[in-house]
């Protein structure tokens, strides 16, 4: 075993294969959005799950003053969207967004989408871990992950 040192922590990590979301929140007629792995799922009774976001990231705002927000499970044919949106300034043009029930925007063909409460804040380290309570959700069985392994998507 190494001493930790964030180089091999974070290739360590890298080997721990994830999914790939999209968070996207919608304020005041505009819609902020940033791909993130660090998504799981936190309680069955009642249903929630949480991520964290970097509290250095120059969109945290509107991530953390926001009660609804969506959550997009990327599909294996969606690696652009990806991209887009961990890129700093996403395009949102080409991106047919549907309403959601509760004031949030769906990514459509996604494999699956979480419509969410966003209930507690929890500061750790240089980020926030963000717990949301499940409104509304729906899946695709047809459509397989995107799958993101060794900084690589798979
Ligand atoms: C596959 C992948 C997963 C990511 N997961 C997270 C994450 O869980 N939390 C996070 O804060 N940023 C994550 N990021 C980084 C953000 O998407 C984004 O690049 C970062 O917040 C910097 O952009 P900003 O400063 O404009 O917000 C991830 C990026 C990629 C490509």
Redesign the pocket.
């Known amino acids: 075993m190494r001493k930790v040192n964030t180089k091999n922590f974070k290739k360590t990590l890298s080997k721990f294969s994830t999914g ?1 979301t999209v968070i996207c929140v919608k304020k005041n007629n505009s819609i902020y959005g ?5 998504f799981n799922s936190l309680s069955l009774k009642p249903p929630m799950v949480l ?4 509290n250095y ?3 945290i705002k509107h991530f953390s003053k926001t009660r609804f927000l969506s959550i997009n499970v990327l599909s294996s044919k969606q690696k652009e969207l ?1 991209d887009n ?2 890129s ?1 300034e996403p395009k949102l043009e080409n991106i047919k967004f549907i309403e959601g029930k509760n004031k949030t925007v769906i990514i459509p063909n996604c494999i699956a989408n979480l419509e969410c409460e966003l209930t507690d804040k929890i500061k750790k380290g240089d ?1 926030i871990i963000f717990i949301c309570k499940i409104l509304e959700l729906e899946s695709n069985d047809k459509l397989k992950p995107l799958v ?1 392994f060794n900084s690589k998507y798979f």
């Open positions: 790939i940033k791909t993130v792995n660090s991520f964290s976001l970097g990231s120059s969109t990806s949106f961990a700093s980020h993101y």
